[in-house]
């Protein structure tokens, strides 16, 4: 996976835009349609753009409230927590992560009950840790793509 210069720039742009034209994006970076959309094919095709989405509000959608959930499962529950865990909707985000707790998720909430009975759909099988977030400093920050080429 060798990238230079230009599908950096390539980069950059989709991250801040990614409903940009081919035709505008050539032309920011300086290359004709068609060798840029070919550009395009090979960073999906080796599986450095995986997908073009869209960033929407929870605050605007009605939930307002943010919380981070550190999940420990009970000796022998694991496999059942983690398919609690995919069937909440309010979770938006979760890792499975090393270290004391098997899970960190993410939630989006409409009030602090709604936070209860999420909650209650795992307590019988797993310990869980929360914090609400107060704010968010650094969010879908694109990783560093200066280096050697």
Known sequence: MT????DRRILK?????SRITVKALSEKVHLS???CAERLR????QGIIEKCS???SPKALGFPIAAI???RPLPGELARVEKLITEIEEIVQCDKVTGDDAFVCRMHLRNIEELDHCLRKIASFATTS???VKSTLVS???LPLDGAD
């Open 69 to 71: 959930v550190r999940v």
């Open 3 to 6: 990238m230079d210069k230009i």
């Open 33 to 35: 349609q068609p060798s």
């Open 13 to 17: 742009i989709l991250h801040q835009d």
């Open 54 to 56: 869209i960033q929407v």
């Open 42 to 45: 090979r960073l999906v095709e």
């Open 140 to 142: 879908n920050r694109l």
């Open 130 to 132: 929360t914090s609400i």
